[in-house]
C-alpha cells in the first residue's frame, strides 16, 4: 500500500530505506543516480519525521547506503532514532562507477530502537537469523536485490514500510516518487 507517511497514524516494527543520497560524478557525462532520479542532501533526509513511524515495541531500521555516504548514514541512523547493530555487505557480480576504486560492493545498515524487539523465532524455537554478506546479481540501477527482502522478511516483523521505494511490493507499505 503507498501512504503519506506525513499524515498517517500507522507505526511501523520494520522500515527499509534506500536514500537518494546526494552523489556528485567525477566526470563530465552524468552516469550516476542524479541521471535516474532526484537526489536530496543528508540534512533532508535526517528531517524526515522517520520517528513518529516508530512501533512502541521497538523498530528495526535497514538503511542503505553507498561507499561515499558511509558517514552521513550513520548520522540518518541517529536522527531518525535507530542505534547501530552491524553492517550488511552485498557483493555485486559487476565492478560499478568509481574514482580510485571500482566499487561492486553496497552497504545496508541494520539498526534497532533503544526499546529492541524480541528475536524472531522459528516453530522450533531457533532464532531467525540473516548473514552479514552476500553475492546477488547487479540488475537495474539502484534496484536492490530480493535476498535482502527475503532477508528482512526472515529477521524483522510486520508491519513493514519501504522508504524511497520504487515499486510496490506485497506485505509491505511503501512510500517514494517512483511508486
Request: charged content about 30%.
Amino acid at each position: 500500500m503507498k501512504i503519506d507517511i506525513f499524515s498517517t497514524d500507522r507505526k511501523y516494527k520494520t522500515i527499509y530505506a534506500d536514500p537518494p543520497w546526494k552523489e556528485a560524478g567525477g566526470g563530465k557525462i552524468k552516469r550516476g543516480a542524479d541521471k535516474h532520479y532526484p537526489l536530496m542532501k543528508t540534512k533532508d533526509i535526517m528531517a524526515l519525521p522517520v520517528k513518529d513511524l516508530l512501533h512502541r515495541d521497538g523498530c528495526h531500521l535497514y538503511l542503505w547506503t553507498t561507499n561515499n555516504f558511509m558517514l552521513d548514514a550513520f548520522e540518518v541512523v541517529r536522527a531518525w532514532g535507530f542505534e547501530y547493530i552491524t553492517l550488511i555487505t552485498w557483493k555485486k557480480d559487476k565492478i560499478g562507477l568509481g574514482q580510485y576504486f571500482r566499487g561492486n560492493t553496497e552497504h545496508c545498515i541494520f539498526a534497532t530502537t533503544a526499546k529492541r524487539l524480541p528475536y524472531k523465532l522459528t516453530e522450533d524455537g531457533k532464532r531467525c537469523q540473516g548473514v552479514t554478506s552476500f553475492d546477488a546479481e547487479r540488475t537495474i540501477h539502484s534496484r536492490k536485490p530480493e535476498e535482502m527482502r527475503r532477508m528482512i522478511e526472515k529477521v524483522s516483523y510486520a508491519p513493514r514500510l519501504e522508504l524511497f521505494a520504487r515499486e510496490h511490493t506485497d506485505g509491505w507499505d511503501c512510500w517514494g516518487n517512483e511508486v
